[in-house]
């Protein structure tokens, strides 16, 4: 595949998760975040099993064999990560939850290094120390001598507990590196549909919603829930992780100028707290000397 044709799939992706954020925050108002997250996923599960079946043509008994991690995924990733994000939309604004979002892949680095052994050099841990910040900044509105206070906005710390849930995602997402991507996600989000079942139908079924907000629930169980995905996972075909992962960064902006075209405003802590963030993720997503020789001689191999 061409490299244009890739990076405008990465561009896609993460504009398309940036509308999350803000098209998130309205619907919210309108439903709970249990049903929201319900809802997002059962518009897209009628689409990811026939796209990964086009796409990857999987032999899904292997795929179904995994089910205990992808219940476990599914819990994690599908459930509790999108119900704290749109928890955290109910107190907070769509620009701070994305760049609180921002540290995620420092957070995930760190946490790889604690759990996993994997390396982590001095410009990767001046990348987090940069990255977090840059998080202080915003959670703190510039005023970083409030750390130790307790008046913190309770989304902004939602948001932050929702990217630890993200990070474990992730880090168990590792152990599936043989099972397509796109129809492990397919999987867990049937999995997690049947868990959620339940709660939703306690809680009441019946949405009384207006146009914007039906139209932003379609936009969020279509575009976030399988167009990024898809349009990620075909890149990372391509290119690395770590490479793509610096993309990640775009989701910030994508929703700063989302937010602008909607009439809302960007303070100057934000912007600046973004660009510690994005430095610092750049840093922390940098490959050492040694793992960058290594990955040259695998090449080779």
Do not use: C
């Not at 019946?206 to 629930?217: D, F, K, M, N, T």
């Not at 937010?259 to 430095?279: A, D, H, N, P």
Request: no cysteine.
């Amino acid at each position: 595949m061409k490299k244009h044709y890739i990076i405008l799939f990465l561009i896609l992706a993460n504009l398309f998760w940036a509308g999350n954020y803000v098209f998130g925050k309205f619907v919210v108002a309108e439903m709970s975040p249990l049903q929201l997250t319900f809802s997002r996923w059962l518009i897209a599960v009628f689409l990811l099993f026939p796209i990964a079946h086009w796409i990857e043509r999987p032999d899904w008994k292997k795929v179904w064999r995994e089910w205990k991690t992808l219940l476990v995924m599914s819990v994690l990733g599908i459930i509790a990560y999108n119900f704290l994000l749109y928890e955290a939309l109910r107190f907070t604004t769509s620009m701070n939850a994305a760049l609180v979002n921002s540290i995620n892949p420092a957070v995930i680095v760190l946490f790889s290094a604690l759990l996993l052994k994997e390396r982590i050099s001095l410009k990767n841990s001046l990348g987090l120390i940069i990255s977090l910040l840059g998080v202080l900044l915003v959670l703190t509105k510039g005023q970083l001598e409030q750390i130790f206070q307790l008046d913190y906005n309770q989304g902004d710390l939602i948001m932050l507990l929702a990217i630890l849930v993200w990070t474990f995602y992730s880090i168990i997402g590792k152990k599936l590196k043989t099972t397509p991507p796109i129809s492990a996600t397919a999987v867990s989000v049937f999995l997690g549909l049947v868990i959620l079942l339940p709660f939703v139908l306690m809680s009441g079924i019946e949405y009384q919603l207006s146009q914007p907000a039906v139209i932003g629930l379609l936009y969020i169980g279509i575009f976030p829930s399988v167009g990024s995905f898809i349009f990620w996972n075909v890149s990372l075909r391509h290119i690395g992780a770590g490479r793509a992962g610096v993309f990640l960064n775009l989701i910030a902006v994508f929703t700063a100028i989302l937010s602008l075209l909607l009439g809302k405003t960007i303070t100057s802590v934000q912007i600046i707290g973004g660009i510690l963030v994005f430095i610092g993720v750049y840093l922390t997503s940098q490959k050492t000397n040694k793992d960058a020789a290594e990955s040259s001689i695998r090449k080779r191999a």
